[in-house]
């Protein structure tokens, strides 16, 4: 750079006026260009411009907003004196108080424009001398004055102080110069550039160049600006030296104690790099981190975790230790490390195999289930005699409500042991039960190994819930990841991807619950152990409403016993009129609603009697009952309903009425079977058995067979068998059509409809019922109103065995029905039927269709009577 008396500037310049600092001579600055004057000038003077002159602007530094408008500038057109440079600024320039008259006179270097966000230059501009501005001369389309170099050569050589004067403080500002650079690195190239300016640069020159590399405000830089002597440009600078330089000396204190420190500590971490002050919070962070880190190695080395996944924990915990903390791996090893310590590899509880208290403690929980309280004594027993007997994979299978989960956090209360419940239900990504791989960002272990690290045991009880309900995705298949966890010979070895160390799993007791198998995958399903939960008959469920479900509601209700009064005949009546369903969770609703309508009496004060008349109650309600073959509690024994007011509220059927409305389900077997072309068969369905009404009619045409109902391929199927066992049996059993013909489908066409459209039927147990709906038709007569049937059907006339046969006969005994005939083969499952259910039924077993067809019908369906009808109708 030369000196000031080579430099020359011309004595009109146009006016840019900077908002991101102040630029001195000799010094570099980048400028934003983005208003509307400022980019007028950057487009006529420095992009249009051919000669060197044209490139040198006057920089007007501004320390006001940067969104106050600068465009809008009155004209001056009186010359401005040295004397009155204030009131010229006010004149000028709006907001004068923030802007300066003297600038500094730049060179234009590099222009860089853009469009995004908005038009806008960026200039690269240099220092070279300061001005004063005389005059305004135009404002549009960019401002252009009048100035007048201030940096002049001749006003050094001239001046009227003594040499040895200024010398001194030239020489004095020099050392602190020298000085401060020799404390920075001088191996970074912008240091060494410096020292070199230092000796070459004339020493007139040095307060602008050091001033805008130091650390300064904008303010005092202003005032370097403004400092036109340059006695007093020496005199303000060097105390900004002497700052800059006591900075440095503390800095370099600080670091030289913290290396001495890391140097004390080197044996037990690493040197990290220090960018902060000791006692700050983020040192008190680093020692409470490096604290965790020393705990964390300890926790690891006491674990009583496996060998290999010890050398795993050692190992990462090395890797921790030399990582730097701002690493994103920091934080994923720490968290793996702890998840590892926290797993319980060794911690597990121990079983009470008391078999007479976890008999006494099931009884007391769940009223029947038998079958299922059966088994669970058995793995009781079993663990009594042998300690180390692996984890069963028991599955739950029934429909919702009968108490499958509530089972579950039964056995794990009777066993002693720690209770987890993971619900699978709408689960389709196969990491939620092996876990995420570390790699991923947010990884996090599988469902088994979050609950192992919940319950801190090895050896809790595990339910997982509806695992029929497993979906399946573009992220794998769930089901299938289940595989290796239920596999009782392969789970002792589980890894979960985020742990990728293997666990032990054989301790674990799996309890699966799922509303049907036939979603659950043949590979699944052959692990774990099936035992069926089927629905309940009305005296259980009497049972436990009276010592569950209504004691319960009481309690969330705030009632007491001494307030209201269930009896058994009013819970008959909930339980056959407004609820149908295999388990109790409609019941529970309805003493649910009982109870809140009571509250509302007990809160108002109003305690009224519901049914005065204690003879009218016991009598007819009890006498209508019995006529429907239920059980109820006998005259002499019911509770005495003539109380006064004050005396607890008696619900009786009046008050389900007021309370529940009408009944929702009412018998209409005899109704449906008034007519020929009717009967009766048993579904299962996942809620459990129901009773299926079929339909069938004839009339004209071309001999085809409609079926509706929404039926799936099993149920056609079974139809087209029955209708052609039929037409080939038509002359035995003396089967016409409405013309008279043997042939059954001459001119005539056949309707058969399932009820209940909405729903979807399928399955292979409606075969016999088809059978007896169309002989009925084709016959004349009437099917009996108290028969149901069940039971798939060949082309040769064979009744083959179906399922369900347990929820089939609740449903039928549900319904009322008397007669139940069923495949000759499905004999043994009526073992698992109640005695109480069994002594109101009629069964019968049946080989072949004519065998159905005598149960079915009053008299029997032999070719006897098939004769007999076949004359009365000639």
Known sequence: ???????????????????????????????????????????????????????????????????????????????????ALEAVGRAVWPEAETLALIGTAALAVQVVGSNWPKPH?????????????????????????????????????????SEEELGELSEQFYKYAVQLVEMLDMSVPAVAKLRRLLDNLPREALPDVLTSIIRTSNQEKLQILDAVSLEERFKMTIPLLVRQIEGLKLLQKTRKRKQDDDKRVIAIRPIRRISHVPGTAEDE??????????????????????????????????????MPQSMPEYA?????????????????????????????????????????????????????????????ILCFVGPPGVGKTSVGRSVAKTLGRE??????????????????????VGSMPGRIINGLKTVGVNNPVFLLDEVDKLGKSLQGDPAAALLE??????????????????????????????????????????????????????????????????????????LTPQQIQIP?????????????????????????????????KVAEGHHKE?????????????????????????????????????????????????????????????????????????????LGGEIMFVEASQMDGEGQLTLTGQLGDVMKESAHLAISWLRSNAKKYQLTNASGSFDLLDNTDIHLHFPAGAVTKDGPSAGVTIVTCLASLFSGRLVRSDVAMTGEITLRGLVLPVGGIKDKVLAAHRAGLKRIIIPQRNEKDLEEIAMNVRQDLNFVTASCLDEVLNAAFDGGFSIKTGLEHLNSKL
């Open 1 to 83: 750079m030369a000196s000031g008396s080579a430099i020359q500037i011309p004595s009109r310049l146009p006016l840019l006026l900077t908002h991101e600092g102040v630029l001195l001579p000799g010094s570099t600055m980048r400028s934003s260009v983005d208003s509307p004057r400022n980019m007028q000038l950057v487009r006529s003077r420095l992009l249009k411009g051919t000669s060197l002159k044209s490139t040198i602007i006057g920089v007007i530094p501004n320390t006001s907003d940067p969104a106050s408008d600068c465009d809008e500038l009155p004209a001056l057109h009186s010359p401005g004196a040295a004397a």
């Open 121 to 161: 230059y960026t200039l690269l501009i240099t220092g070279l001398c300061r001005f004063q501005i005389l005059q305004l001369l135009k404002e549009k389309p960019y401002p252009v004055a009048e100035v007048e170099q201030l940096d002049r050569l001749e006003q050094f050589t001239n001046q009227t102080k």
């Open 285 to 322: 962070e680093e020692d409470e981190d490096h604290d965790d880190i020393v705990m964390l190695e300890k926790k690891i080395k006491t674990s009583s975790m496996p060998e290999q996944a010890l050398k795993v924990c050692v190992k990462e915990i090395k890797r921790l230790k030399k």
């Open 332 to 392: 994923l090893t720490r968290n793996y490390l702890e998840l590892m310590v926290e797993l319980p590899w060794n911690k597990s509880t121990k079983d009470r195999l008391d078999i007479r208290a976890a008999r006494i403690l099931l009884d007391n929980d769940h009223y029947a289930m038998e079958k299922l309280k059966k088994r669970v004594l058995e793995y009781l027993a079993v663990r009594q005699l042998k300690n180390n007997l692996k984890g069963p």
């Open 419 to 440: 209770f987890h419940r993971i619900a699978l239900g709408g689960v389709c990504d196969q990491s939620d039960i092996r876990g995420h791989r570390r790699t991923y």
């Open 485 to 558: 966890v239920l596999d009782p010979e392969q789970n002792h070895g589980f890894t979960d991807h985020y742990l990728n160390v293997a666990f032990d799993l054989s301790q674990v007791l799996f309890i699966a619950t799922a509303n049907t198998t036939a979603t659950i995958p043949p590979a699944l399903l052959d692990r774990m152990e099936v035992i069926q939960v089927p629905g309940y008959t009305q005296e259980e469920k009497i049972e436990i409403a009276h010592r569950h479900l209504i004691p319960k509601q009481l309690e969330q209700h705030g």
């Open 568 to 600: 058994q005949v009013t819970t008959l009546d909930i339980i056959t009129r407004y609820t149908r369903e295999a388990g109790v969770r409609s019941l529970d609703r309805k003493f649910g609603a009982i109870c809140r309508a009571v509250a509302v």
């Open 610 to 686: 519901t049914k005065p008349d204690r003879a009218e109650v016991t009598e007819e309600d009890c006498r209508e009952h019995i006529a429907e073959g239920a059980k109820t509690e006998s005259i002499s024994d019911a509770p005495d309903l003539a109380l006064p007011p004050e005396m607890p509220i008696l619900i009786d059927f009046h008050a389900l009425k007021d309370i529940l409305g009408p009944p929702m389900y009412e018998m209409e077997v005899s109704e449906r079977l008034n007519q020929p072309g009717v009967a009766i068969g048993l579904a299962w369905t996942p």
